[in-house]
Structure formats: structure tokens, C-alpha cells
């Protein structure tokens, strides 16, 4: 089963064990529920735990894993990356992964080809599609200012462009 990024260690929490990990998932809710299972890639081994405590704080998750509750067990993994599997069945039926995005083409409103979606950011506010477009990077926020239709299926998303959006030299 494919695996998604879903987050990124930042820090420990306490004394007993607890990660304080970034998320960067649309579904971290149930990502990081008590019981479910969880991938920390730690020098380029996958390691599955399963959450035994999960909480939000500020901002962050706090979670811990089970025989993991020691912080001088788990300080380790800050810095790693975390992973979920690739679960359809957090999708509702009009909805899709992020990551189902690369790869398709971006036409704009008029039918010009701009070119492949190369990857997907979060500068904060957004997300940011990154286009190559003739072998430069476009950016693209992804906003219903900009984003006009996404055809999974078709593999086509439709964007309107303002002047400037993209340098033409």
C-alpha cells in the first residue's frame, strides 16, 4: 500500500515520551487517533507504531507509542519524517489526495497548456502547486481564485491566470 508524508517530528513533550509532530495531512484527526498506526522512516528504515496517547497542543499533536513512553526512547526520531498509508476510505466521494495532483496537467481557463503539476507546498496560508511550465517553476496558489476545476479522472486542472502569473520572456 502507498504511503503518504503526513507530518514531521518537531520535538518532545514532557518527560514521558510524547512526539510533538507537525502535521501536514488534510485527515490528521484521524491520522493521529489513539490506536492507529503510524510510520516514523528513522535512517531509511520505516518503523510502525501504534498510538497509545494522541492530544493537540498548540497547534501540534503530542502522541506516544506503546513500550515508547520514555522521552530518552523517543528524542531520537526529532527531525524524521512520518508517514500514513494511502486510505480511500477517508475520502468523500468529490474528494481526493494531494498527491493524486502530480503529474496532471494544468490548461487555464482559455485552453492554453501550462504544463505538469511537479509538486504541492503549504507556505502557511496555502497550498502552492508547482508547474513546470517549458522548464521553468510556476506557482501557483491553490485557492478558488485560481483553481477553476480539478478532473481527477482526466488528470486536468483548470486555472484562471492573472497577468504576471506567469513570465513570459
Not at 507537525?22 to 490528521?28: Q, T
Not at 528524542?75 to 468529490?94: T, W
Not at 502557511?124 to 508547482?130: A, F, K, Q, V, W
Amino acid at each position: 500500500m502507498e504511503k503518504l508524508k503526513i507530518g514531521k517530528i518537531v520535538g518532545t513533550h514532557g518527560l514521558k515520551g510524547e512526539l510533538k509532530i507537525r502535521s501536514n495531512s488534510d485527515f490528521a484527526d484521524k491520522r493521529f487517533k489513539k490506536g492507529n498506526e503510524i510510520i516514523i522512516r528513522y535512517q531509511n528504515q520505516d518503523l510502525v507504531y501504534k498510538i497509545i496517547t494522541s492530544r493537540i497542543h498548540k497547534g501540534n499533536y503530542l502522541v506516544s507509542f506503546r513500550d515508547n513512553q520514555d522521552i530518552n526512547l523517543v528524542e531520537k526520531y526529532i527531525g524524521s519524517f512520518v508517514y500514513g498509508y494511502k486510505d480511500d476510505e477517508l475520502l468523500d466521494a468529490d474528494e481526493y489526495f494531494y498527491t493524486d495532483l502530480i503529474g496532471m496537467q494544468v490548461v487555464s481557463t482559455e485552453g492554453t497548456k501550462i504544463g505538469p503539476v511537479t509538486s504541492i507546498y503549504d507556505n502557511t496560508r496555502h497550498d502552492i502547486l508547482n508547474i513546470d511550465h517549458n522548464g521553468k517553476n510556476v506557482a501557483i496558489p491553490y485557492v478558488d481564485a485560481f483553481i477553476k476545476d480539478v478532473d481527477v479522472e482526466k488528470k486536468i486542472i483548470v486555472v484562471m491566470l492573472i497577468k504576471g502569473l506567469i513570465d513570459e520572456d
